[in-house]
């Protein structure tokens, strides 16, 4: 007798794919809010660009290519949409954003056969694409400006990001930045990780439902404060304090929105465990030595092709077995 075997994860509950994209959709939602409140036009419009742009993607593969259901509906294609426009600067010219989300999905996807069998996350696919394709474009960050003072639809005036500034000028560059607007948001960069509050706001509630585990970003979380804590004793002139280091850039988002994703992260504690200290050390790694500031989205994608062998080292126990008494 023959079985076919579904993409992961393999998990009977009352829970379904769409419930969980739609809670997670809804996690976002504070972010999305803050970001539309001090970029205005420009972070609404590339919102609802890539979103539309993956569903539709996904609907034309699905629909005229791979010819089966159509699952479009299920939210992971906007999901993908809507993480690979928090994961851009909100002045992203329209057609880099087009180009980024049919990559996401039709390549970081549908290329792989679709929810469940992607080995990477397919929203940071499309955002290390777009990286290497047009690197002036994604590196050229709007300064935050809220709303009320500059207007909707007004320009967004460019400037670097804190990581941007550090990485030029060193740890006396951020001397007179406050640790609470940073907090807040008020900073440059991708417009959907400035506001540390309103990404954990989010990240409670996906822990409330118990659609995420608190095992891999708190692994991230650790390892990025002590790993960076480390440099900052042995030269604080020249290193950051750790705490910056866990509201600068992408950290929040990518530990608790795409680590976590089901499909390209480790199934057992251990694994977790480990894959978000992998994480964390990579991505201190490339913020203190690499050539770009930023290394969250680089450090998931590596930590993406260990999941397969991270799986392999951490088996979880099968019910009903006997182990092996050891003499």
């Keep these: 007798m023959n079985y076919t075997i579904s993409g992961s994860p393999h998990v009977h509950s009352t829970e379904n794919t769409r419930k969980i994209m739609y809670r997670v959709l809804l996690a976002l939602v504070p972010a999305l809010l803050v970001a539309i409140y001090y970029f205005g036009w420009y972070a609404l419009r590339l919102t ?5 742009t993956c569903m539709l993607t996904e609907w034309l593969i699905q629909k005229f290519l791979i010819k089966g259901p159509l699952t479009i509906n299920d939210g992971s294609a906007a999901l993908t949409g809507l993480l690979l426009a928090f994961n ?3 002045n992203l010219p329209i057609w880099m954003a087009i180009v980024g989300s049919v990559f996401a999905i039709g390549v970081g996807k549908m290329a792989f056969g679709g929810l469940g069998k992607n080995p990477f996350n397919p929203a940071l696919v499309g955002r290390v694409f777009m990286l290497v394709s047009f690197p002036t474009a994604m590196t050229t960050w709007p300064q935050v400006s809220p709303i009320f003072e ?18 030029e000028s060193g740890a006396s ?3 007179q930045m406050q640790f609470v ?9 991708a417009f959907g990780e400035i506001c540390a509050i309103a990404l954990i706001i989010g990240a409670i509630y ?11 970003p708190l692994s991230i979380l650790l390892t990025v404060f002590v790993f960076s804590g480390i440099f900052f004793l042995i030269d604080p002139t020249h290193y950051i ?7 600068y850039g992408g950290l929040i988002l990518g530990a608790f929105f795409m680590a976590t994703d089901m499909v390209t992260s480790p199934m057992t504690i251990k694994g977790k465990i480990l894959f978000g200290f992998g994480i964390g050390v990579i991505t201190v790694v490339i913020r203190l030595w690499g050539a770009y500031p930023e290394g969250v989205s680089f450090a998931i994608l590596i930590m993406n092709a260990f999941t397969p062998l991270i799986n392999k080292a951490f088996k979880p126990e099968v019910f009903g077995v006997v182990k092996p008494s050891k003499k």
């Design 48 to 52: 609802i660009v890539t979103i539309v």
């Design 88 to 90: 851009v600067p909100a």
């Design 181 to 189: 607007d940073m907090v807040l948001g008020n900073r440059g960069g």
């Design 206 to 216: 996906l822990i409330c439902r118990k659609v995420i585990d608190i095992a891999t």
């Design 241 to 247: 304090a750790p705490w910056y280091h866990l509201v």
């Design 173 to 175: 560059s951020l001397d």
């Design 150 to 167: 500059k207007g909707f639809f007004t320009d967004a005036i460019t400037g670097p990001t804190p990581l941007g500034l550090l990485k």
